[in-house]
């Protein structure tokens, strides 16, 4: 079983800056690619960021700018570096990542349980 990990939300002020880590750990083949969705209160889950093994990297237009995703390929580790935060950023930050546990199987869909990042005005 593959397990995502995140770490690093929190409360900060509006212009602040956050840092949001999210870890795979179990049993792991290999993973393509990794990535950050948010979630605010009554509305949907929208991408914020991914980026693939290999390194190419997509952003929303609403983060571009702000916000920087890299990884560590060796530690299966994701990193969300949020700058000059806005309010409107608030919402719950979860991790997604599409995994494979051997070469025989296809990737699969795993989600981290999110991590609240809270922006004041």
């Known amino acids: 079983q593959v397990q995502l990990v995140e770490s690093g939300g929190g409360l900060v002020q509006a212009g602040g800056s956050l840092r949001l880590s999210c870890a795979a750990s179990g049993r792991i083949f290999s993973i393509n690619r990794m990535g950050w969705y948010r979630q605010a209160p009554g509305k949907q889950r929208e991408l914020v960021a991914t980026?693939?093994?290999?390194?190419?990297?997509n952003y929303a237009d609403s983060v571009k700018g702000r916000f920087t995703i890299s990884r560590d390929n060796a530690k299966n580790t994701a990193y969300l570096q949020m700058n000059s935060l806005k309010p409107e950023d608030t919402a719950t930050y979860y991790c997604?990542?599409?995994?494979?546990?051997?070469?025989?199987?296809?990737?699969?869909?795993?989600w981290g349980q999110g991590t609240l990042v809270t922006v004041s005005s």
């Open positions: 997604h990542a599409l995994v494979r546990v051997n070469v025989a199987v296809n990737y699969v869909e795993v």
């Open positions: 980026i693939t093994s290999g390194g190419s990297i």
